[in-house]
């Protein structure tokens, strides 16, 4: 149960005192928030002991009469305009006219209830200000919370994208002035790093493509019966120059079919960050072991590596958006920090879980497990 701060500002002792009646044991909810709300209210007799409150304690609605001794009620509202307060203002009031309701409305007046008025309408006022300032409140936060998305996302990839850039820029700086001699040859690992920087940047922004598309739920699905076998094999063999590369050897055990329905591409994405991961973070001469299995409690992707491996604080943060672990081992891989972040959204997008433990130095194991059908 939430609380909402109600200020009654009226000269009338006896309306002050029955609005608090009637809201004492009165609560509002609707099916979209996740609490009700009841009501603590504190009175003022004037506009001057009402600004007085308001400098002090926190308000969320404001009950106000316009005919006060000293400053009128509008000149109250004008103040918590002035000073931008998170509070949502009610006139109640006999004298209301068109010139002060469209005056207070102009000062951030969300409605009037005209005196007298029945507990049943200073209820039904009371539940349509409690939604709105429900809302009004929700949608900021929702506003400010997109804002530091946004800021995070842009200052992320203008991070991940500018040391590539520069030493893309260097390498044909030093071309252009054929600073390494005027043979070709001589500039071959300039132009192998500059494809490989390339690359982790083409990377990055499909990356990026996936996990808009996901949580904008605007990626259209085609959900098919699947041999997660067949796109197993198929992912290891994608990763098969990768792995001979860094003399990495994967192996494989699943040779029964699979099936569970899902969309193809959701599951290639899904294996080939697990392997890309396995291969790229693993030792020299390493191992990678990939199994696809039926088991009881479902279907069961399993990647294990022998490769570097990670602490307990490090596999706590792994499924995070941009987190890439960074060490003295890992300072040379590229990557966006998104691929883990985008496994996990497709895996429970597919009513899946998946886990990792990871030991430094002994490698780490990755498990996917689907319901099974």
Do not use: C
């Amino acid at each position: 149960m939430s609380i909402l701060n109600v200020l009654v500002v009226d000269d009338e002792p006896g309306i002050r005192t029955g609005v608090a009646r009637v809201l004492r044991n009165f609560t509002v909810g609707f099916p979209f928030m996740d609490d009700d709300f009841r009501f603590e209210t504190r009175e003022a007799g004037s506009g001057e002991e009402a600004i007085a409150i308001l400098e002090k304690e926190p308000v969320d609605i404001l009950l106000l009469d316009n005919k006060l001794p000293g400053i009128y009620g509008i000149e109250v509202l004008e103040y918590i305009r002035q000073q931008e307060y998170d509070i949502e203002v009610m006139m109640i009031t006999s004298y209301a006219s068109l010139d002060l309701a469209v005056k207070a409305t102009n000062n951030g007046a969300f409605n009037f209830v005209p005196k007298p008025f029945t507990p049943q309408e200073l209820k039904s006022a009371m539940e349509s200000i409690t939604k709105h300032l429900y809302l009004k409140r929700m949608t900021r936060k929702l506003n400010e919370q997109g804002k530091q998305v946004r800021f995070q996302f842009l200052s992320v990839l203008s991070h991940e994208l500018k040391s590539p850039i520069n030493a893309i820029e260097g390498y044909l700086k030093i071309m252009q002035e054929k600073q390494a001699g005027g043979d070709i040859d001589d500039y071959q690992g300039m132009i192998s790093r500059s494809l490989e920087r390339i690359k982790g940047m083409r990377g990055l922004i499909m990356d990026l493509l996936d996990l808009t598309r996901i949580e904008s739920g605007k990626k259209k699905r085609n959900i098919i019966a699947l041999d997660i076998t067949e796109i197993a094999r198929m992912a290891m063999h994608s990763m098969e120059p990768m792995a001979i590369q860094r003399s990495v050897r994967i192996h494989f055990s699943g040779d029964q079919p699979v099936y569970m329905h899902s969309d193809p591409s959701e599951m290639e994405i899904i294996l080939n960050n697990l392997l890309s991961n396995a291969v790229k973070y693993n030792r020299e001469g390493g191992e990678v072991f990939l199994s696809v299995e039926k088991k009881p409690q479902g279907i069961t992707i399993d990647v294990r590596d022998t490769g570097i491996g990670m602490d307990e604080r490090e596999t706590g943060e792994l499924f995070k958006e941009f987190v890439r672990i960074r060490n003295s081992k890992t300072k040379e891989i590229t990557g966006s920090g998104l691929g883990l972040s985008i496994v996990k959204k497709l895996t429970e997008l597919n009513h899946g879980t998946i886990s990792v433990s990871s030991k430094p130095d002994r490698g780490s194991h990755f498990s996917v497990v689907f319901p099974g059908e």
